[in-house]
Structures are given as C-alpha cells and as structure tokens.
C-alpha cells in the first residue's frame, strides 16, 4: 500500500509560479511511474505529466509543456511538480498518483494510487 501527501497549493496571480510536492510512504516510491492530474470545477480529471522511475524519462499535456517540469527525488520519496507562468485556466485541483504496472500512461484508471489533491487558484 502506497499514501500519496500533496502540499503547495495556493492561491497566485497569473504569470506567478508554485512548487507542488507529493510525499509518498512505503519503501516502494524509487520503482513507480509517478503522474500528476488536475481536476477543475465542472470538468473530468486530466492529466498533466509523469516521470519515469529513474527520473530521465518525462511527458508532458500540451498545454503545460514549457511552463510546468515535473521531478523527483527517490530518497526522500518525492516527487514535484513546478509550475511556472501559471494561467487561470491552470486553476484546479491537482493530485499525484503512482501507477505500480509502469504502464506509462496518461489515463488516470491506469493509476492505481491517488492523494487528496491539492488547491491551485490562478487569479487574472
């Protein structure tokens, strides 16, 4: 079994950056594709970008590649997610998830463990 803890969300202006971080507990975080989604009000859960197991592999949606890098760091059971020039359409909550099968997909019923999210208000 896999917990997945977000923190830093927040509340920024447009053209603003945030720093997501997702804790993971269980020795098994080093061996997981990990992922990032949004779900905005109204709207499905989309995903966002995912990493590799090493770290060296990334990919990212089209409308945040450029502005948004995804990483972690397997020693502390981490992964991260910078979001720079954030838009107001980047406004959503965002979860981590760990998808066990390294399937390496960007559908969230490939993911087998989710957080609770975290908040991310982008104001114009």
């Known amino acids: 079994q896999v917990q997945l803890v977000e923190s830093g969300g927040g509340l920024v202006q447009a053209g603003g950056s945030l720093r997501l971080s997702c804790a993971a507990s269980?020795?098994?975080?080093?061996?997981?594709?990990m992922g990032w989604f949004r779900q905005a009000p109204g709207k499905e859960r989309e995903f966002v970008a995912r990493?590799?197991?090493?770290?060296?592999?990334?990919y990212y949606t089209s409308s945040v590649k450029g502005r948004f890098t995804i990483s972690r760091d397997n020693a502390k059971n981490t992964v991260y997610l910078q979001m720079n020039s954030l838009k107001p359409e980047d406004t959503a909550i965002y979860y981590c998830?760990?998808?066990?099968?390294?399937?390496?997909?960007?559908?969230?019923?490939?993911?087998?463990?989710w957080g609770q999210g975290t908040q991310v208000t982008v104001s114009s």
């Open positions: 269980g020795r098994t975080f080093s061996s997981f594709t």
């Open positions: 998830a760990a998808d066990p099968k390294g399937l390496w997909s960007v559908r969230a019923q490939n993911y087998d463990y």
């Open positions: 990493i590799s197991v090493s770290g060296f592999s990334t």
